[in-house]
């Protein structure tokens, strides 16, 4: 919309008009990621394929994960081989892997789109006051992510958890205080640039808030690149809580991916070679990371369109 456009039509009207076609562009350039790159296609598909896998999970799961199975005589169906019975044969106390891993899909996404969406919030957040206010703002901003760049995150991430309690909101919540970290100056330097556009000088004329410039006309210019850590945060979170569960650090009530490798590890699944236990979770984990940095991948080149001439 020109300037001319804004000057003969009333300013709610463009006021409206612009956040909605910055809103529909930030959409279609996300969508244009999945049909120009086929690796973030791919990386959607996975997702909805473990999406549908989550949500249908009480239908496809033949038992309970938690339930121990029992034979005709009530004798615990332990250590039992994939079989038509059992699609991945039954761990050391006799629960169906095959039902675990369906039902870890649901663990894994919710920490996984839970994480990557605190993430786009507090980053884009950060990078919004920090790039449009500047000064002793902005200076102290950054040197919080400074501090935030300087811890090690695993082990934060243990240290919280174990402090907490281990459950899978606690791990979210322990994630999404260092993850936003990259998006926010990231997002920061991208807001530096926009706010010195001639649009934002207009909303600023009319008499528009800062509130109301920096989320209803620079923050939808931005949300690409809040989709993009949002998007590579999803991998990050989900291992990250394989990680965590792995080492012991999970909520014992939750069936996870991770869960499932930390109980294969102590019950030595490996020494007595039942690949079939440890080897599906440590697949879907990696399907999973690798699909978020696909879709990131995508991103990237829209974003950044040199990387695609390179």
């Known amino acids: 919309m020109t300037s001319e456009t804004m000057a003969t039509v009333p300013q709610a009207t463009w006021r409206r008009s612009w956040v909605v076609e910055n809103l529909v562009s930030a959409l279609r350039a996300s969508a244009q990621v999945l049909r120009q790159d086929r690796f973030a296609l791919v990386g959607a598909l996975i997702y909805l394929f473990f999406l549908l896998v989550a949500i249908f999970a009480p239908y496809i799961a033949p038992y309970d994960p938690q339930v121990i199975v029992t034979d005709e005589a009530g004798n615990w169906m332990v250590n039992q081989k994939p079989s038509a019975k059992f699609l991945l044969g039954t761990t050391n106390v006799g629960r ?79 994630m999404a205080l260092l993850l936003w970290r990259d998006s926010g100056r990231v997002i920061r330097s991208q ?53 965590v569960s792995f080492l012991g650090f999970g909520d014992p009530n939750t069936i996870s991916w991770g869960y499932m490798l930390q109980d294969a590890y102590v019950s030595q699944a490996m020494a007595r070679q039942a690949y079939y236990w440890f080897i599906p979770p440590g697949l879907c984990i990696m399907l999973t990371v690798m699909a978020g940095f696909f879709i990131g991948r995508g991103f990237e080149e829209v974003l950044f369109p040199r990387l695609q001439r390179q």
């Open 191 to 243: 807001v530096l640039t926009v706010r010195e556009r001639s649009f934002v000088e207009a909303a600023r004329v009319s008499g528009a808030s800062d509130l109301r410039i920096m989320f209803l006309y620079i923050a939808p210019n931005i949300l690409p690149l809040s989709f993009l850590y949002g998007s590579l945060a999803i991998g990050w979170a989900i291992l990250t809580e394989a990680s």
């Open 96 to 174: 169906d892997i095959f039902s675990q891993l369906v039902y870890g899909a649901r663990a894994a996404l919710l920490v996984g789109f839970t994480a990557a969406l605190a993430v786009a919030i507090i980053g884009t957040v950060v990078g919004l006051i920090a790039g449009y206010y500047g000064g002793i703002v902005d200076t102290i901003l950054m040197r919080i992510t400074d501090i935030a760049f300087g811890i090690p995150f695993l082990p934060l991430v243990i240290v919280l958890v174990a402090f907490l309690k281990p459950s899978i909101w606690n791990t979210v919540a322990a």
